[in-house]
């Protein structure tokens, strides 16, 4: 809220209080929705909470990159009804065939910056400059926490700019702001020596919370690959449809569909379930779209069997940091009980292909209207 007073401007803080008077309405709600301790809770103008109802999917079994198989229980925070239920038909689906195997591979946090070059010759001069200073931005990255790698950098002059995407490992923190301000004191170096200035923190050149297809291509945060073949036993008792009839929905609907449409994500929902997983471990919700990215793939196996994959190209995750200190999101995190943010992208990557299953089993039964009719109104 902006106050005048005669010549003064004052900015003012709207309070709870300040809204309830000012709008006539009662706020009891989001006043008794506290749960955790100012310190913990990083948002300005604070007022109160708000909730969304948790529900949990599994077991789900996974085996890892290492061979190792653990039962996973997954929270999922959403208001969508129905969602918890297919995720969970999904898992039972995976157990029930052995598991879903699941590899993932980190490429880390990116932050790109733009600078103006002024011209060509300039840009190109600045690109060789980095390539010979790289240990020294290495150095200068990594005094600013102890937590932090910088991995390597990729440039691209366009006429009197050039980006720069600058990669880093932030251990098991998503680590959005350890990569900002590393990459502020880059920025600090290269202008003392070498005069060019940064025009933009963020260039767009991240690709930090769009859709793009460089986060499809060259990744960002975590990949994500899972696997499972579904035995024609389970695809009639559990996901009360044949193989044949999911395998012609999934090529329809993610690859020509998708195709059609021009999207840059061919799967059925993997937005879904990586929504509600952020929201129930603290993640930051915005790189929601990063995870919507993607491909699910089918195939109709000799056997009758099925066999799906899905591949998450930019998670963005962390079991520390942001959001993950707040108490509600450390008992989300404790429920999925993750050592590191590879287990935890491991989980996602799990909970994503069982939703892909269940959806497509759905669709292919005909089943999804009548599912939302029930849980979702």
């Known amino acids: 809220m902006i106050q005048i007073t005669n010549t003064t401007l004052i900015v003012m803080r709207p309070t709870r209080e300040f809204l309830e008077k000012s709008l006539k309405i009662k706020l009891l709600k989001i006043k008794k929705a506290f749960v955790d301790s100012k310190k913990n809770i990083h948002c300005e103008n604070l007022i109160g909470e708000t909730t969304l109802p948790l529900g949990v999917a599994g077991p789900l079994t996974i085996k890892n990159q290492k061979a190792k198989i653990k039962d996973y229980f997954i929270p999922l925070a959403t208001t969508e009804g129905a969602l918890v239920a297919s995720v969970n038909r999904g898992c039972r689906a995976i157990t029930d065939c052995g598991g879903a195997t699941v590899f993932v591979e980190k490429i880390g946090a990116t932050r790109g910056p733009v600078y103006l070059t002024e011209n060509l010759e300039k840009g190109f001069f600045f690109v060789e400059w980095l390539k010979k200073n790289e240990i020294k931005l290495k150095k200068t990255a990594e005094k600013t926490s102890s937590h932090l790698k910088m991995l390597k950098f990729k440039a691209k002059v366009i006429g009197p700019y050039t980006f720069v995407r600058f990669y880093f490992d932030t251990s098991d923190a998503m680590g959005m702001n350890m990569v900002t301000i590393a990459t502020d004191k880059i920025n600090k170096l290269i202008e003392n020596e070498t005069k060019i200035k940064c025009l ?92 919507s990215l993607g491909i699910t793939v089918v195939r109709l196996l000799a056997n009758g069997n099925l066999y799906f994959s899905v591949y998450l190209p930019s998670i963005m995750l962390g079991i520390v940091g942001g959001g993950t200190k707040l108490e509600t999101k450390k008992e989300g995190l404790s429920i999925i009980g993750a050592k590191n943010s590879y287990e935890l992208a491991s989980v996602l990557t799990g909970a994503v292909l069982s939703g892909e299953i269940s959806l497509l089993a759905s669709l292919a039964q005909g089943s999804l209207a009548q599912a939302h009719a029930k849980l979702g109104r």
Do not use: Y
């Open 200 to 291: 933009s923190l963020s260039g767009n050149f991240c690709i930090d919370k769009k859709p793009a297809w460089m986060n499809f291509i060259e990744n960002r945060g975590f990949i994500g690959w899972g696997e499972v073949v579904i035995c024609q036993k389970t695809i009639k008792e559990v996901l009360k449809t044949s193989a044949i009839r999911i395998f012609e929905v999934w090529l329809a609907k993610c690859m020509i569909g998708g195709a059609l449409t021009g999207s840059l994500g061919f799967n059925s929902h993997f937005a879904n379930i990586v929504a509600a997983f952020f929201a129930s471990t603290g993640q930051d919700l915005a790189h929601t779209v990063e995870g």
